[in-house]
Structures are given as structure tokens and as C-alpha cells.
């Protein structure tokens, strides 16, 4: 008896101990051991939930594989509520709705399991398509867990072989967290802070006497981070902090995203956010959560730990005054960061600063206008105009424009502004060109030129004497035209007497300016499945035994058409 109730005392302390270890990380307690793992060998990630990515955070875990063809499994019972295939993006992917009310999601795969793969080909051949999103209904194809749903692989953007999962609120469509989900991953390692940036928020502020962004290198010793050399920080008026920061997790040298940041200053509370989930309508305002220009030029993604007047991230739990404080003259200051992993590894860095004794008003510099975030804004010249809808910016913003001539577009190389600063909304851009090629209007588009010199279309209609379109950049702007067709070129020897014992028919297709939009295959005037991978430039059909005769000769035809309509057609005969 004796032993029972010390039993049951340790079992019910065992328990608490992990509701206040849930409580604390998390404000939403998700079911645990309810998912099994989607693989069957031990997890390491390349990548977890709401890392930081170009224009969005990254909504699952990326599970490494090392190649392709690794079974993925249901994690639960359900039914496959969604199946989408695109060339970019997820790729192959596959949604199962489970009846505790969540979604799982797999992406990136190379194929389905038998009964899923026949389902999917049925529909591309009914449909003519590759690519195709299709919401299905609960009787349609139902999972139990533990099945083999499909096999890992590389398709659409993925950068390397490894599988794709998330864990969605059915009803909201939110992304959560996976890693709150009881998966058994091993990570003991805290995050690394990487470096410290500091920013004076008005003309009347400053770090050090300097009216901009100053970073400061953090380096680790004693148990501890600290600022490499230990600077003397003077700080004066409004100013927001920044950590680069990345997580880590055992088994792999994979940068990942952190789960939990706080500030204090003085052992106060100033600001606080954590990544349990997010909207993907929220998902554009990273642009403001991270440092824009240290992104786009640098390739530094860095969380602040303020915010700007129409950042609207739900992610945030404390914000006084934004996350901005005021720093006055002659007092010190003690301000502490601390950041976690979602397994509770912790690291924090603490700086000293003094009020700084310096005052000084800095001149804002030159700008055309200051365009408010909350209104509309048009601006107008000659040759170009450019509306903004509202909150299409995080803050007022100082807009500027130029222009210059150049031989090599139809119109003016136009400086909208500086591509340093992030554009929320798509704003509208209208550029009348110089000259149109005769009988071109068709073919005309906007490109922007980057700061590599690489060539965007952003596409374009040409009415009422100018050239219309939506972007979400500023940069350099100017009207071109597209009148080369794209190009196919066969990787198959077609010179060959026969492709007998070949599985497959390839291409590399490209179009270098507008792009593809569509591509289509046929073998003896029927439609057939050709499957596009849109970052190889690779269009492969796979000999289908069902639906192709074999030992005939055959004829194949390749037709491909770009953004403008230029069109490109291959035709060839085999034998298979």
C-alpha cells in the first residue's frame, strides 16, 4: 500500500511537472501522443515551424530524408480532405482531415501509394492536367493510421530531398507548431545568438552619437552570450532592438527558426511573441517582423523585438509602446533578452547601456513626398504613375523617384523608390512606353531590374497608350517586350530506332523572359501526362503501359507557350 501511494505521488508529480512545462512554453495545450511520426526512422530537421523565409514563415517542419522514395505515413485516422500538384511550390502534396479537428499536411513527395496514385492519374487524364488542387469529400478516400499515404521526394521548390509536414487547425486553416505535438525529436541544444543591432526610431534618437541601425557581434563564454569586447552602449531617445538568432537542433547542423523571444529593461517586461501559429493571411508581415534591407541585401534574417504601426502579426502577447523604449539622459540600463527553442532550451544575452549626453536633431534627408501607411497614395509624372491602396506600407514611408534613359528598353529605366524598404500590398504601375515594335503591343510587360542586373517580369497589359501592372517591389521599373517563343530541348535520343526499355521522355523547356504558363504533350493526337519541374526546367512523361501501346510507332508532339503567347511546338516519331 505503501508503495502505490508513493507511486501515485510521483506519477501525479511527474504529471504536473509536464502541464507546467506545457504552460509555460505554450499558451494552447495540443493533444500529445495522439499523432504517430509520418516516417518510420528517427527525426532530424532541416527546418521547423515559422522559420524565417523570403516573404513568409515556414509553416511546418522540413523532415531530411537524403533522397528521395521514403515511405510517409498517416499520422492518424482520417480521410484525404485535399490533393494538390503544382510545379512549384508544395509540389506533390496531400491533405488528411482527422477527427480530432486538425490537418495533417505532406509535401514535396514523388508519388502516392497505389489506390491515391491511380485516383490522381485518373483525374490529370479526365482533366488533361498535371497540375490541379482538388478539395475532396470524407467518403472519398478514407486513412487509417499507420498507412502508407505516399513516398518523400523533391518536387516543386523543394532545395534538396526531404519531407514537408504540418499540423493545421482544420477549421481556421492555421499552420501549429508540430513540434508541440509530442513528436519525438532529440534536441538539447539551445539557440545561438549571432549578433545585436540597435535602432534609433526618430531624428531625435541615437546609438553611440549615430542617427542608424548599429550591430554589435555577440559571442559566447562563461555559460553565457555576451557583446564581443564589451562596448560602452549610449543610447538616447526612441529606439527597437534586434537578436539574429537561429535554433539548433542535435544531429544536424540545419539552422532553424526560434520558438520564444523576450525583452526586459530594467527587469521590466517590454516585449514578448512566440510561434504557436500563425494565419497566412499574416504570413507577408515577416517583411516587418525581420530587417528588410538586411534580407534583401545581406541575406540576414533577424527578429526585432518591435514592431511598426501596421505590423499586424497576431504572434505578439507584449508590446508596450511597440516594443520601443526611451532612453534618457544619465541613467542606466540593463536590458536582457531571452530566447527558446520550443523544447525549453534557453539562451539569453544581457547589455548595459547608459543614457547618452548627447542630444542632436539629424536632417531627415531628401524624399519627394512622406506617404502615409494608412492612406491611399498616387504619384504621378509624365511618363509613369504609381497607386498604392491602403496599408501598403508598415510605416509612413519617405518615397522617392528618378528616372534614366537607356537604349535597351522601350521606355525609361523608372526608380520607384528604394527596394530597401518592404511593400506590403500590391500597388498598381502604369509606364507609357517610348516606342512599340509594330504589331507587338501584345507582347509588351513591365520588367524589374534587380541589384544583380537579373531581369523580373511583372507582367503587363498595354491599354490606353501605357503598360499596366501589380507589383508588391520597389526598385527599378522599365517596358520591354517578349516576342522569342520558349524554348524545347530534348534529352531523350529521338535519334534512336526505338526508346524500347526506356521509362521515360524528357525535355528541358525554358522561356527567359516572361516565362512559361503553360505546357502540353500528346502521343498520336491524345493528351498524355507530361510532369513539369519547374526549377530543373525539366518535362518528363513516364511510359504509361495502360494507357500506351507498346511496339508501335508512335508520334509525339511538345507544344509550349509563354506568359505573351509565344509559342513553341516539338514534333517527333518513336517506337516504344
Request: glycine letters at 6%; a positive charge.
Amino acid at each position: 500500500m505503501k508503495i502505490t501511494r508513493t507511486y501515485t505521488i510521483l506519477t501525479l508529480l511527474s504529471l504536473l511537472f509536464l502541464f507546467s512545462k506545457q504552460i509555460y512554453s505554450q499558451s494552447i495545450i495540443f493533444p500529445q501522443n495522439y499523432f504517430r511520426s509520418p516516417v518510420d526512422f528517427d527525426i532530424t530537421l532541416s527546418g521547423n515551424f515559422a522559420e524565417l523565409r523570403n516573404n513568409h514563415f515556414h509553416s511546418g517542419i522540413d523532415i531530411r530524408t537524403f533522397t528521395t522514395g521514403k515511405k510517409v505515413y498517416a499520422v492518424a485516422d482520417g480521410f484525404v480532405s485535399r490533393i494538390k500538384i503544382s510545379s512549384g511550390g508544395y509540389g506533390k502534396a496531400i491533405y488528411i482531415d482527422h477527427p480530432n479537428g486538425y490537418t495533417s499536411v505532406f509535401a514535396h513527395l514523388d508519388h502516392f501509394n497505389k489506390d491515391i496514385e491511380e485516383f490522381v492519374k485518373s483525374y490529370q487524364y479526365q482533366n488533361n492536367t498535371f497540375e490541379f488542387d482538388l478539395n475532396l469529400k470524407n467518403n472519398e478516400i478514407q486513412i487509417k493510421k499507420g498507412t502508407v499515404i505516399a513516398f518523400s521526394g523533391n518536387t516543386g521548390s523543394s532545395a534538396g530531398p526531404h519531407l514537408h509536414f504540418e499540423i493545421r487547425d482544420t477549421k481556421s486553416e492555421h499552420p501549429l507548431n508540430p513540434l508541440l505535438f509530442g513528436f519525438k525529436i532529440k534536441d538539447t541544444t539551445p539557440p545561438k545568438i549571432f549578433n545585436f543591432y540597435a535602432y534609433p526610431l526618430d531624428s531625435a534618437s541615437n546609438v553611440n552619437g549615430l542617427n542608424s541601425r548599429q550591430s554589435f557581434p555577440v559571442t559566447f563564454y562563461n555559460k553565457a552570450f555576451h557583446l564581443k569586447g564589451d562596448p560602452k552602449l549610449k543610447l538616447l531617445g526612441n529606439i527597437g532592438f534586434a537578436l539574429e538568432t537561429n535554433d539548433y537542433m542535435d544531429n544536424t547542423w540545419g539552422k532553424c527558426g526560434i520558438f520564444d523571444m523576450k525583452m526586459k529593461i530594467n527587469d521590466t517586461l517590454i516585449s514578448s511573441y512566440s510561434f504557436e501559429e500563425f494565419s497566412f493571411d499574416e504570413s507577408t508581415y515577416i517583411n516587418s517582423h525581420l530587417d528588410y534591407e538586411l534580407n534583401v541585401s545581406y541575406n540576414k534574417r533577424i527578429h526585432k523585438t518591435f514592431k511598426e504601426p501596421n505590423n499586424q502579426l497576431s504572434i505578439y502577447s507584449k508590446m508596450k509602446d511597440n516594443g520601443i523604449f526611451q532612453f534618457k539622459k544619465g541613467t542606466g540600463y540593463k536590458i536582457d533578452f531571452f530566447v527558446s527553442d520550443a523544447n525549453l532550451n534557453k539562451s539569453s544575452l544581457r547589455v548595459y547601456a547608459t543614457g547618452n549626453e548627447i542630444e542632436k536633431i539629424f536632417p531627415k534627408g531628401d524624399f519627394d513626398e512622406l506617404m502615409n501607411y494608412e492612406k491611399e497614395n498616387t504619384f504621378k509624372k509624365e511618363n509613369i504613375e504609381v497607386k498604392f491602396p491602403k496599408n501598403s506600407f508598415y510605416s509612413n514611408i519617405p518615397f522617392t523617384y528618378s528616372y534614366e534613359q537607356n537604349s535597351n528598353y522601350l521606355s525609361d529605366i523608372h526608380y520607384i523608390c528604394n527596394e530597401n524598404i518592404p511593400v506590403h500590398n500590391y500597388y498598381t504601375i502604369s509606364i507609357k512606353p517610348k516606342s512599340i515594335p509594330k504589331g507587338k503591343s501584345d507582347k509588351l510587360l513591365i520588367v524589374r531590374i534587380d541589384k544583380k542586373g537579373e531581369i523580373i517580369n511583372e507582367g503587363g497589359i498595354y491599354f490606353d497608350s501605357s503598360v499596366k501592372t501589380k507589383s508588391r517591389y520597389f526598385g527599378e521599373f522599365a517596358v520591354s517586350a517578349d516576342t522569342i517563343s520558349p524554348t524545347i530541348k530534348p534529352i531523350t535520343n529521338f535519334n534512336l530506332k526505338s526508346l524500347k526499355g526506356q521509362k521515360s521522355i524528357r525535355f528541358t523547356i525554358k522561356d527567359e523572359l516572361s516565362g512559361i504558363k503553360s505546357y502540353e504533350g500528346s502521343i498520336d493526337g491524345k493528351w498524355v501526362l507530361f510532369e513539369y519541374d519547374a526549377k530543373n526546367d525539366l518535362l518528363f512523361y513516364v511510359f504509361d503501359h495502360k494507357r500506351l501501346a507498346p511496339n508501335k510507332n508512335h508520334q509525339l508532339q511538345i507544344k509550349v507557350t509563354d506568359q505573351v503567347q509565344n509559342q513553341k511546338i516539338f514534333t517527333s516519331n518513336f517506337i516504344w
